[in-house]
Structures are given as structure tokens and as C-alpha cells.
């Protein structure tokens, strides 16, 4: 029995429940068509890679899981469609159902043979479609249609069966012994063992029973291995594009366009959970202020604190790990890409290069900013989206972020057009002492012959007080960055409700369910306009280490040479 208003996707009259039409059409047919498209492009991805996983038990099980669950739509398909409690969307939403029930049990098939882990797509759409089968049980049985409810209830229970088997590994029935050898436990396990981080559990277990040691640290997997990421590398950077300006920093975006692209997902809905915070902070304040609330909104208001908090700590996480493989990626790329040509120079040649100073000093620098430059374009979204919120709140007043976003914004201009040429300066004086210091201890038996240890030992004394005076400049134009990063950080909230106050934006009296959103608002606001600061400069001077790194610095480099060590020896003590 339908009620009143579910033939409409907003009910003009109250019901208990969301409407039938809103539920088939945001939580049936929105995912099915997404997954199906989705999963037609994971497929055809999938066999254009060799078969990596033999057939197996655990394969079987899988299969026979999914035909339950096409089976069960089956069987909701026929229950709607012969009843005559169904809206304008009934049709199209089981018949995309049942479609993404075959699409299921295609990827399922072919992952499990051409990939050695689940994907992300399938195990969302799982999870995903636990929770949705749930809320169609409930809403068949509040309708009076037990059928329709039961099957839905079993498709989530079958859904949930075929999520636990695909998070077990497959790292035993590899084909490939190699493949087998260096796999990792996070290559082999299940998107959600991936996303909690369970399979660090092993090295969690050895660390609190002892000391770990690097035995004791899983493998990274052969995506990361260095020759595959040094190839990676060379088909994006081919010798033509060498000479163009941040060649390299483009080369390296195409090269792992995708790692860079599965970022933005985790990040977004980082910005999502932590942006609905202050509006649930403002629900709940509400409800404890009005005596008269149901347990029923009481428990949704609980569910929603979990799901807002949790969900950011989560989505956080993610994040962080996400950049952490780009990382990984880019430096190890980089490193390989630097030693083997290294290998290939003459000695003379050899000389005149600059590899241990990039391996201490650059690539440090361009670890640091990367995960700074993906997170200045998601600063700027989050700027611009905490005042618009902020306008729920205080209205015009919100226009008074202006100022520390307009101040962020030209700190990072000055500081980010000063901070690369001070840190490369930096590393030139670096690259020197390496270089010196090198050429020197090549020459150490002729060195202790001749009786000049001690004037070796302050020669290379003058060079290290040297490159600390060389790095004084970056040191201060850091100092600075940070500096202001703190100032705005903290003079924001009190710009935002001192204007508040003298425009008696908060009426006759501060309530809390007004002054603790518009300080959540405000928290999330200056954290991007702080983080600014602070990125801009670090994301410049890393572009700009990038193209120092790609060109060939013989014009830069300084040999130990006899006649500069004549000329610290016959200088004045005092000089």
C-alpha cells in the first residue's frame, strides 16, 4: 500500500518515510546506471591486461554469489513489476537493478582474474548497495509489502557475502612467481582492507610484541618498482621535450595522471564530511535546547555525528596515503631516472654532476611540496565554499573573510617568487661542499702524506659555514611563511566575530546554537587560508627544483681544485 505522496519526488503532505519515487529514483537508478557505466570501462581496462589470477575455489564461490544476487533481482523485478503499488520509476528502476546484478557478476569475473586486488568501483558499489537494499526493506515493510522486503533484505545479506569474499587475498593463487614474490600485503588485499589499513595489522602485531626490524616492512609491490617507474617516466619525457620549461613536472602529471586523479575523490568528500560538521553541530545544539525532540531524530542526530566525523577521519586518511603513493612514485622515478643516467657518463663528465646533493637535498624539497600542490587547488574550493556557508550565519558579514583571503593570497605571491631561488641558491652551496668534500677524500693518502689533514679538516670546516650562510635566506623567507601562516590563522575568527558583534549579527543575545557553526565555519576557513601560506611558497620552490634538476648545471659546478685550498692555506687566521 502506498502512502499519499509517494507517487512524488517531494511530498506535499507529510509521510513516515521518504517517498517511493525519491527512493527509486536517487537510490536505484542513480548508483545501478553509474556502476554499469562504470564497470563497462573497468572491464574493457581489464582485458587488456594478461590473466594474473588461475581459477580457484574462491573464484566459484564468487560467481555463485553473484547469480544469487541476480537471481534476488530477479525476483524483485517480478514482485514490482506485478503489483500495482509502483510509481512512474518502478519499471526503470529494477530493470537497471537487475542489469547492475549482471554487471556484478562480470566484474567479478574478470577482476578476479586480470587484477590482483579489488577495485574501488566494485567494493563501493557493494557497500553502497548494502546500505540501499536495507532502506528498501524497510521501506517495503512500512508499505505493507513483506515480499518485496524480504528479497531486498536477502540481496543486502548476499551483498554482503560477495564484500567479505573479495576482501580475501589473492596473493596464493597468483600466476606469475615473481609477481607472487614481490607482491605486498596492500596489493593483494580488498578495497576496504585497503581503506581501514588492516593488512598493517602483521607489522602492528610484530611491533607491539617487539622491536621491528626491515624484514618486518611489507613489500611496495611491483607497481613501484623502480625500472617501471623510470619507463613510466621516459615515455612521457621523451628528449624533444627535455629543453621546454617544467618539461619534467608535466611529464611526471601525465605519467601518473590517474594517481593524481584518484586523489581528488577521498579529498572531496573530505571537504564534504568536514563542511556538514558545523550544520549538524547546529542540529544538535538545537535538539538538547528543545525538550520536545523524538528518540527517532535524537538517534538520526547521533548516526549523523558518527557518520560527518568519522566519515572526514576516514576520507582524511585516505588522502594522506593516496599522496604518500604519488610520492613514492615521483621519487622513485626520479632517482632512477637520475642514477641510471649517472651510470651512463664518462668519468670526466661524472665529475661535474650533482647526484648526491639531488638525492639529500632536492628531492626532499620536491617530497615536501607535491602533496602541497595537490592541496592548493582544494584550499581554494575550501575558501570559497566557507563563505558561502558562512552567509547562512551572518550574511553580508561573511564578505569580511575577504581580508585574510586577500592578505593569504598576496603573502603567497611574495613568498612563493622568493622562497625557489632562495632554496636552490641553497642547494647550489650544498652541491659545492658535496662536491669538494668528495674530491677531497678522494685524495686523502696524498693528503696524509703531504701533512694536511688538519688544514683539509677546516678547509671543509669553511665550506659547511658557508653553505649555513648560504641557507640563511630561505631559513628567514620559511620563518616568515609560517609566521603568517600563524597570524592568519589565529586573527580570522577574530575579524569574523568582532564584525559580528558591532553589527549585532547575533541579535539581542549570543545563543550557542549560532556562536559554535559560525566558529566550526570560520575553524574550516582559516585552515585553508593558513595552509596557503604555507603551500604556495613550498609548491613554487618544488616546480622550480624540478626544472633545476632537469638541466645540466656544469656551468655551476665547483671541483676541488689545489689552488683554492693554496688560497684558505696562506689566508690570514682572522681572515
Known amino acids: 500500500m502506498l502512502f499519499a505522496g509517494d507517487g512524488s519526488f517531494w511530498p506535499l503532505v507529510a509521510i513516515p518515510d521518504l517517498s517511493l519515487y525519491f527512493e527509486e529514483s536517487i537510490l536505484q537508478i542513480l548508483p545501478s546506471a553509474s556502476f554499469i557505466f562504470f564497470a563497462s570501462a573497468l572491464v ?13 575455489r574462491l573464484l566459484w564461490v564468487k560467481l555463485c554469489v553473484s547469480l544469487l544476487i541476480i537471481l534476488l533481482e530477479s525476483t524483485g523485478l517480478a514482485l514490482r513489476c506485478s503489483s500495482y503499488d509502483r ?11 537487475l542489469a547492475a546484478a549482471v554487471a556484478i557478476a562480470v566484474v567479478v569475473y574478470v577482476e578476479h582474474r586480470h587484477a590482483i586486488r579489488t577495485s574501488a568501483i566494485l567494493g563501493l558499489y557493494l557497500a553502497t548497495g548494502i546500505l540501499i537494499d536495507g532502506t528498501k526493506a524497510r521501506s517495503y515493510i512500512v508499505r505493507n509489502m513483506a515480499a518485496s522486503g524480504g528479497v531486498a533484505a536477502a540481496t543486502a545479506a548476499a551483498r ?8 580475501i587475498p589473492k596473493s596464493s593463487l597468483l600466476i606469475d612467481p615473481q609477481v607472487r614474490s614481490n607482491a605486498g600485503g596492500e596489493e593483494t588485499s580488498g578495497f576496504f582492507t585497503r581503506t581501514f589499513f588492516l593488512f598493517l595489522r602483521p607489522m602492528m602485531n610484530t611491533a607491539y610484541r617487539g622491536v621491528l626490524t626491515m624484514d618486518d616492512l611489507g613489500k611496495l609491490g611491483p607497481q613501484f618498482h623502480s625500472e617501471r617507474l623510470s619507463n613510466e617516466l621516459s615515455r612521457h619525457w621523451p ?9 619534467l613536472f608535466i611529464s611526471c602529471c601525465m605519467a601518473w595522471k590517474w594517481a593524481i586523479l584518484i586523489v581528488v575523490l577521498p579529498r572531496l568528500c573530505v571537504t564534504g564530511f568536514t ?11 538545537g535538539s538538547v535546547d528543545d525538550s520536545s525532540g523524538s528518540d527517532e531524530k535524537s ?3 547521533v548516526l549523523a555525528t558518527v557518520f560527518s566525523f568519522g566519515g572526514a577521519a576516514v576520507s582524511r586518511a585516505v588522502t594522506t596515503h593516496l599522496k604518500n603513493r604519488l610520492v613514492v612514485r615521483m621519487r622513485g622515478a626520479l632517482l632512477s631516472h637520475m642514477s641510471a643516467k649517472s651510470y651512463r657518463l664518462k668519468l670526466s663528465e661524472a665529475r661535474k654532476q650533482s647526484a648526491i646533493t639531488l638525492m639529500s637535498a632536492d628531492f626532499e624539497s620536491i617530497v615536501t611540496g607535491l602533496p602541497d600542490l595537490v592541496e592548493i587547488p582544494f584550499s581554494i574550493l575550501e575558501s570559497g565554499l566557507g563563505m558561502y ?23 603567497g605571491v611574495i613568498f612563493g617568487k622568493n622562497l625557489g631561488p632562495a632554496l636552490r641558491f641553497w642547494n647550489l652551496s650544498i652541491e659545492a661542499r658535496v662536491a669538494k668534500t668528495s674530491r677531497a677524500l678522494s685524495q686523502l693518502p696524498a693528503i696524509k702524506s703531504l701533512g694536511l689533514g688538519p688544514k683539509i679538516a677546516e678547509y671543509i670546516q669553511h665550506l659547511r659555514v658557508a653553505e649555513t650562510t648560504a641557507s640563511k635566506r630561505y631559513r628567514v623567507i620559511q620563518s616568515l611563511s609560517l609566521g603568517s601562516a600563524i597570524m592568519v590563522d589565529m586573527i580570522t575568527p577574530v575579524i569574523v566575530v568582532t564584525a559580528a558583534l558591532f553589527t549585532n549579527t547575533f541579535g539581542e543575545e549570543m545563543s550557542a546554537n549560532m556562536v559554535y557553526p559560525i566558529l566550526g565555519i570560520v575553524s574550516l576557513v582559516q585552515d585553508p587560508l593558513a595552509k596557503l601560506v604555507k603551500m604556495y611558497p613550498s609548491a613554487m620552490a618544488m616546480l622550480g ?27 690570514p687566521a682572522g681572515g
Open 44 to 56: 574493457l581496462y581489464y582485458c587488456q591486461n594478461p590473466v594474473q589470477i588461475r581459477r580457484s
Open 87 to 97: 510509481t512512474e520509476a518502478t519499471y526503470a528502476a529494477v530493470s537497471l537493478e
Open 160 to 167: 554482503l557475502i560477495l564484500l567479505v569474499l573479495e576482501e
Open 239 to 247: 628528449l624533444p621535450k627535455q629543453s621546454k620549461k617544467h618539461s
Open 275 to 285: 563542511f556538514s560538521q558545523p550544520f549538524v553541530m547546529y542540529s544538535v545544539i
Open 299 to 301: 538517534g538520526g542526530l
Open 389 to 411: 556557508f558562512l552567509a547562512f550565519f551572518t550574511k553580508e558579514i561573511c564578505l569580511v573573510i575577504l581580508i585574510p583571503l586577500v592578505t593569504t593570497t598576496i603573502l
Open 545 to 571: 627544483l624540478l626544472g633545476f634538476a632537469k638541466r645540466d648545471r656544469t656551468c655551476h659546478r665547483s671541483e676541488f681544485r689545489p689552488s683554492a685550498l693554496r688560497e684558505h692555506i696562506n689566508r
